[in-house]
């Protein structure tokens, strides 16, 4: 079935030092929405993506989507103690009915 | 602001026993869905519903079975629970049929089956 690989699985940075976490598919992609998930807590919602090559930025996050539509990025920049969590790409399914959510990308930040 | 809320944040059942994990949404939401989350694993999509008394297979559809009797309210049943579906069970919700709407989820229930 449809899958979408998010890489790393982990990231541990130092804070001030940037962090990138990719989202790929062998597949082209309607769509892509990135979602936080802080520690203890519940997946919340950042952005969506749906152009091919559209970028969008959010204070210190960047958010791509490649130009054949099949990956997307977010970056952060300066990282913070703020940004520990979990963030989860996903794609939305071929129906359009539902998402597809990567296995997510963990980082932890150091002081 | 949506609010979706689940019935339990912690749940302990024995093998064996149906167990019963119930979401609610305010907001008139017509998609809700069911996730359970394990470590490395992700989110995987069990359930979700579009409509009152309507529903679609997920990812991982085998041993669970949902209900959906009325709008706000979204129900997983696991109808005899075994070891292998203790995990993070996340509800959420979205405005209507499609993968374009962002979804809200619940604070999750952590079911442990013994």
């Known amino acids: 079935g449809q899958q979408v690989m998010q890489i790393p699985q982990y990231q541990h940075v130092q804070e001030g030092e940037d962090f990138t976490t990719y989202c790929n598919s062998s597949t082209t992609l309607s769509n892509i929405q990135w979602y936080k998930q802080r520690p203890g807590g519940h997946p919340v919602f950042l952005i969506q993506?749906?152009?091919?090559?559209e970028v969008k930025k959010q204070k210190r996050l960047t958010f791509q989507f490649g130009e054949a539509k099949k990956n997307s990025s977010l970056h952060i920049t300066a990282t913070q103690t703020t940004d520990v969590g979990t963030y989860f790409c996903a794609a939305g399914n071929q129906a359009g009915t539902a998402l597809i959510f990567g296995k997510g990308t963990t980082l932890s930040v150091s002081s | 602001d949506v609010k979706v809320t689940q019935s339990s944040r912690y749940l302990v059942k024995r093998t064996g026993e149906k167990v019963f994990l119930e979401c609610v949404q305010d907001m008139d939401h017509e998609n809700m869905f069911w996730y359970r989350q394990d470590p490395g694993l992700g989110l995987r999509l069990i359930y979700f519903?579009?409509?009152?008394?309507?529903?679609e297979k997920g990812d991982i559809p085998e041993g669970y079975s949902v209900s959906r009797e009325k709008k706000e309210r979204f129900s997983l049943i696991l109808e005899s629970a075994s070891t292998n579906q203790t995990s993070m069970y996340l509800c959420?919700?979205?405005?209507?049929?499609?993968?374009?709407?962002?979804?809200?989820f619940g604070p999750g229930t952590r079911l442990t089956v013994l």
């Open positions: 993506l749906v152009k091919s090559g």
């Open positions: 959420a919700s979205s405005l209507r049929r499609s993968s374009y709407n962002e979804q809200f």
């Open positions: 519903s579009y409509d009152v008394k309507m529903k």
